[in-house]
């Protein structure tokens, strides 16, 4: 089983949808959570991060962390088609990876005009 | 300049070259990381250093030698690589190891 798991998508939505993404991890200690946005040819940039259950907002975007569960998603309202790129997950590892960030394959996201 | 800096952006070298890839922080973090992205793979964790002192090196083969002199700087020295070495090698850095990180553009390299 991997260790941080992302469908790889492409994932389309029409123009001022709700984009949903999904990320699981295996290791059940693990307290951080991170989503990073990378548009092609560009590097990663952090966009959210979460640290305990529930929802996080930060404008049109939300964070949604179960433990229980073990699976952390995405929320993008009113897509853009600005907002298509390859979204990361990324999990900090718990007991065996201590301090080593974790990254999912990531999702494409393609919002349609 | 702000946030993370990467020189150089592209990079071309033959199998038995020597060359070094640089990288700078300007925020103050006190942790900083290598990272490898290859076509279709996630990110790969490649060395940790928090306070100038490396903490992790994630099975990465001897020809790549990584350099921290202080905080700010981060280096990695490269020699007699492989084609299949060829990727994006990231730098990022972060307040302390393992809170937010944040990456450079980086350095996209090619062995011929």
């Known amino acids: 089983q991997k260790e941080v798991e992302q469908n790889s998508g492409p994932l389309s939505v029409p123009e001022g949808a709700i984009a949903s993404l999904n990320c699981t991890y295996s290791?059940?200690?693990?307290?951080?959570f991170f989503w990073y946005r990378q548009y092609s040819g560009k590097s990663p940039e952090l966009i959210m991060s979460?640290?305990?259950?529930g929802d996080k907002e930060d404008g049109r975007f939300t964070a949604q962390l179960n433990k229980a569960s073990q699976y952390v998603s995405l929320l993008i309202r009113d897509s853009q088609p600005s907002d298509s790129a390859t979204y990361l997950c990324a999990v900090l590892g718990g007991s065996s990876n201590t301090g080593k960030l974790i990254f999912g394959q990531g999702t494409t996201l393609q919002v349609k005009p | 300049e702000t946030g993370v800096t990467q020189t150089p952006r592209h990079l071309v070298m033959g199998m038995t070259n020597k060359k070094s890839l640089k990288c700078e922080q300007h925020l103050g973090h006190n942790a900083m990381y290598w990272y490898k992205q290859s076509a279709k793979k996630p990110l790969e964790l490649m060395f940790v250093y928090s306070l100038e002192e490396r903490v992790e090196n994630n099975s990465v083969p001897s020809r790549f030698s990584p350099e921290c002199p202080n905080s700010s700087h981060l280096f990695l020295h490269l020699h007699t690589l492989q084609p299949e070495d060829s990727a994006l090698y990231l730098c990022?850095?972060?307040?302390?190891?393992?809170?937010?990180?944040?990456f450079g553009p980086g350095t996209r390299l090619t062995v011929t």
């Open positions: 979460i640290y305990s259950n």
């Open positions: 990022a850095s972060s307040q302390v190891e393992g809170y937010e990180q944040y």
């Open positions: 290791d059940r200690v693990s307290q951080s």
